[in-house]
């Protein structure tokens, strides 16, 4: 007799889980080598999970594990329209991968934009990824065949800090989202 298959859930992502997406967190940073400042990511993961105004968390539960999570971060653009957001993780466990999970989470991370009101959904892939790439683009994202760049206006983080390592090129992937309205669909 098989054993009943492992139950598998997606949701929204509860303080409770913090500690458990801090953990996969380390692991993700560790895995693309980019330093961790444990202090700061938990303070900004917990403000996150605590503030939906500022983008939300989902996370992929099998059983009762957290397998992994996706970090999205509201934004506001002109260029898009309207209010956008930024995938700024998606990340899940390796022993958990090929499963569909990463899947499951941004297409549950897209519908929360859209409940939310989002317009476009940004993200960034490393240069070096392109099997990550391909997947995204399988999935509707566009290369605008621009660079991100970023300019740290804190105090640079010490030593240890969460800043990854300096990037020659980072692409940068947006997907416009569809607007759902009572008659339909519209590309935005």
Known sequence: MQAAPTPVEVRRAESADVAEIHALMRAYYAEDEYRFSEDRALAALSALVADRSLGEVWVVVAGEVVAGYCAVGFGFSLEFHGRDAFVDELYVRPD????????????????????????????????????????????GFVDHERRMMTKWLDPAPAEGGAAPPARAHSTVLKRSVQRHHKEGCEEV
């Not at 991370?109 to 391909?134: F, I, N, P, S």
């Open 96 to 139: 958990a991968r090929g499963r569909g999970f990463a899947a499951r989470l941004l297409d549950r991370a897209e519908q929360g934009c859209l409940e939310a009101g989002v317009r476009a959904l940004h993200l960034e892939v490393e240069v070096d990824k392109a099997e990550t790439y391909a997947w995204y683009r399988r999935r």
